[in-house]
C-alpha cells in the first residue's frame, strides 16, 4: 500500500473514497484537507487514484432547460444524468431515455435516475417507476427511524 508523506494524506482510502465515489472536486478537497488544489490534483495523480475518474470537476453548466452537463475528457460536455446512468450501468441503449423521477433535472443521484423509453415517457408510463421509487423511500424511512427510535 502507498502511503503519503504528508500526515494529511495518510487515508489514501479516504480520499479516493472523497474523489471517485463522492464526486469530490480537488477544490473540495482542498479545504477539506487544508491545502491547495493543484497540491490535491498532484497527490491524486502520485497515488494513482487521479485516473479512476474520467470526469475531473474540471466544468459544469446547467442549460435553459435546467440539464445539468458535465466536462469530461478533452473538454466534451455530457449530460450528468446520462453520464451517471452509464458509469453504473454502461451504455445507454438506443430509443431509451434517461428520466428523472422526482422531475427535478438537476437532480442526478442514481436512485432518481430511471431508462425509459420514449413511447413510455408519458406520465401513466411512469407510475410504477414513481410506486417503486416511494415505497424504497418508505422502507429506508421506516428503517432510519428503527435505528433513531430503537425498535
Not at 74 to 89: L, M, S
Not at 94 to 103: E, R, Y
Request: aromatic content about 10%; overall charge positive; proline content about 3%.
Amino acid at each position: 500500500m502507498v502511503t503519503s508523506n504528508d500526515a494529511r494524506f495518510n487515508d489514501l482510502k479516504y480520499l479516493e473514497k472523497l474523489y471517485v465515489k463522492r464526486k469530490y472536486n480537488s477544490y473540495n478537497i482542498a479545504r477539506i484537507f487544508n491545502c491547495t488544489p493543484e497540491y490535491v490534483r498532484e497527490k491524486l495523480k502520485e497515488y494513482g487514484i487521479w485516473e479512476k475518474r474520467k470526469f475531473h470537476g474540471d466544468g459544469r453548466k446547467v442549460s435553459a432547460e435546467g440539464y445539468v452537463s458535465v466536462r469530461i475528457d478533452h473538454g466534451v460536455w455530457v449530460p450528468e444524468h446520462r453520464y451517471i446512468w452509464e458509469q453504473e450501468y454502461g451504455h445507454i441503449p438506443k430509443g431509451l431515455l434517461i428520466h428523472h423521477l422526482n422531475g427535478k433535472k438537476d437532480d442526478n443521484r442514481l436512485e432518481n435516475l430511471v431508462a425509459i423509453s420514449r413511447e413510455k415517457h408519458g406520465i401513466d408510463n411512469l407510475l410504477p417507476a414513481y410506486s417503486k421509487r416511494v415505497n424504497d423511500l418508505e422502507k429506508e424511512v421506516k428503517e432510519l427511524e428503527e435505528l433513531l427510535i430503537g425498535k
